[in-house]
């Protein structure tokens, strides 16, 4: 069973730091990979999406990429309280339906 | 980047009654998807609609508890029929597309 796997957290992070929030994969023939922000009682919002291995980076916002090892990451940095909730990681199988993890509760303290 | 509008974006319903979600994408697409997020927890999906075909539905869902319409390659609802408190959730529906985008999703409670 093709499975996405994130550490629930919750992440404290002081304000202005990096947060780095991990995802792996089981699904090596996978190659989209997306990561999204939901606030509570929100729907979830697109944040980056990675197709190549390596580094893609938007504002204060990191996407890796490593397929040999089946894991995909997010950094961000000058951490803002505003960044406070739930990132959700979800890889797009052969099927073209998204897999997602259990997301990771991140919590930037002032 | 696709926007997609969803409707109602909540409603507090009856048990035993039904209620249909509509989702409009402004651009065509071949998929769309239908999730559901109970509290908590992580999207699960409910099934895939193409349009002039019948939807795929995931283990777990049923057409007769989940009807869906595809009518065109931009519009698809979600009906959730006879409705119980377990089936309260938000309702997410998106595009298929190189990117995923979601609607503002519908936040539904049953009482």
């Known amino acids: 069973q093709k499975e996405v796997e994130q550490n629930s957290g919750p992440l404290s992070v002081p304000e202005g730091a990096i947060a780095s929030l991990n995802c792996t994969y089981s699904d090596r023939g996978s190659q989209s990979f997306f990561w999204y922000r939901q606030y509570s009682g929100k729907s979830p919002e697109l944040i980056m999406f990675?197709?190549s291995n390596g580094d893609k980076e938007d504002g204060r916002f990191t996407a890796q990429l490593n397929k040999a090892s089946q894991y995909v990451s997010l950094l961000i940095r000058d951490s803002q309280p505003s960044d406070s909730a739930t990132y959700l990681c979800?890889?797009?199988?052969?099927?073209?339906?998204?897999?997602w993890g259990a997301g990771t509760k991140l919590i930037i303290k002032p | 980047s696709a926007v997609i509008s969803q409707k109602p974006s909540r409603d507090i319903c009856q048990r035993g009654t039904s209620l249909t979600i509509q989702c409009q994408v402004d651009?065509?697409?071949?998929?769309m998807f239908w999730y559901r997020q109970q509290p908590g927890q992580s999207l699960t999906l409910i099934a895939t609609?193409?349009?002039?075909?019948?939807?795929?539905?995931e283990s777990g869902f049923v057409i007769d508890k989940f009807p869906i319409s595809r009518p065109n390659l931009t519009f698809s609802t979600l009906t959730v029929s006879n409705m119980s408190p377990e089936d309260s959730s938000i309702y997410l529906c998106?595009?298929?597309?190189?990117?995923?985008?979601f609607g503002q999703g519908t936040r539904l409670t049953v009482v």
């Open positions: 651009s065509q697409v071949t998929m």
């Open positions: 998106t595009g298929g597309g190189t990117e995923a985008f």
């Open positions: 990675i197709y």
């Open positions: 979800a890889v797009r199988g052969s099927n073209y339906q998204l897999i």
């Open positions: 609609a193409n349009q002039g075909s019948e939807a795929t539905y």
